[in-house]
């Protein structure tokens, strides 16, 4: 069973992000700020659940969460800053976007840029820990989801809407046949070390 909070008395909110493996697409993250009561048995750590009870769950959460949002940083900023500084500032965008203040983060990982001047707590494998990492987890991966459904239709060749941008053998393979698109993060090795060539 997830732990409902950190500290009982604070306004707490629940960071994850979702993508950062990827060869291609955003990194999207979430923050949620849950009711100290909440109950669900079937909220777990997103990669834990079928896609199905994840959209279901991704309803009941934003139904009964206190606040919740969504942060995006795009390939070309991941590029620019890297994947580790992106993940941090898809986080603080979706905590920017909160409609309450939380006075406490508890963040999915063993590192974080510190937001303002707001406390916070890495937890590794947060997100089957806490209700709230989990619940952030759910929804970033399903957001996240839905948006690299949506370049697929654009851009078929890949199988987005099978692997979602993660290096799987076949996206390797489409990249070394048909070139990168304005959604590949160039700053990532592509093909890894097959001996694939990118043709330009």
Known sequence: MLLPYLHEHLIEAGC????????????????????????????????????????????????????????????????????????????????????????????????????NDTPHTTVIKGDGKYLSIAAASILAKTYRDDYMNELHAEFPDYAWNQNKGYPTKKHREMIAKVGTSPYHRMSYNLLGDTQLEIPF
């Open 16 to 115: 994850d992000e979702a993508g950062r493996g990827c060869l291609a697409g955003s990194v999207y993250a979430a923050a949620v700020i849950l009711p100290k009561d909440f109950k669900n048995e079937l909220l777990n750590d997103s990669k834990q659940l079928s896609e199905k009870q994840r959209y279901l769950l991704r309803d009941v959460i934003q139904q009964e969460a206190l606040a919740w949002a969504v942060g995006i940083v795009t390939p070309e900023e991941i590029d620019e800053i890297n994947i580790l500084n992106a993940s941090f500032l898809a986080m603080h965008r979706a905590v920017d976007q909160l409609t309450i203040r939380p006075q406490h983060l508890l963040i999915d990982g063993n590192r974080f840029k510190e937001y």
